[in-house]
């Protein structure tokens, strides 16, 4: 079964947590848009992934919604200590998030997580260019528009652990 076969990766991929959602359950909001626009990440108008780019909320919401579940995965980061210990940790959340990639590259399923496209070292959404790969692209839950801090809540994860744990969360759809 498909969702045993994706459980079994997540839990080999190394990530914490799991919940198995229904696409329903996914939280869309035009508040994750605006924060966007605000352009932190610098990805705003220039990742294919991002806002405005990505299309509409109406748009993104089919993206999703067009798979009937989901598994909502995270990884726990640690944001306290010396640097050393804090670039490993997201070293290992990267290696995580390579595995899940790779090991369901031929599943029929969509896998999203934090931050822009980045198949290509550089989008083309930076040179008003269409994306060289559309069936490649790898969007973000936060520029898809999602409220990923009340989905971790409403689904009791961790979202921030208190002692200098944060979560990065990811989404495979199926
Ligand atoms: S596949 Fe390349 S061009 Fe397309 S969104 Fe990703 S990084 Fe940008």
């Not at 939280?27 to 610098?42: D, H, L, Q, R």
């Not at 726990?76 to 595995?99: A, P």
Request: hydrophobic residues 35%; proline residues 4%.
């Amino acid at each position: 079964m498909l969702k045993d076969e994706l459980i079994r990766i997540i839990k080999e991929a190394g990530f914490d947590e799991y919940r198995e959602i229904s696409s329903a359950d996914i939280i869309f909001s035009e508040a994750v848009f605006a924060e966007c626009a605000k352009n932190t990440c610098g990805n705003y108008g220039k990742n294919h992934a991002c806002p405005p780019k990505s299309g509409s909320m109406e748009e993104n919401r089919a993206r999703f919604l067009k798979y009937d579940n989901g598994l909502l995965i995270s990884k726990l980061v640690t944001m306290k200590g010396e640097i050393e210990e804090m670039m490993e940790s997201f070293k290992e959340m990267g290696e995580s998030l390579n595995k899940l990639r790779e090991a369901t590259e031929d599943m029929p399923v969509m896998v999203a997580g934090p931050g822009g496209c980045n198949v290509c070292p550089e989008c083309s959404a930076k040179n008003d260019e269409p994306c060289r790969f559309p069936d490649k692209t790898r969007y973000s839950m936060e520029g898809s528009g999602m409220d990923i801090m009340t989905m971790s809540m409403k689904q009791k994860m961790t979202y921030n652990d208190g002692k200098g744990g944060l979560g990065y969360f990811f989404m495979v759809m199926y």
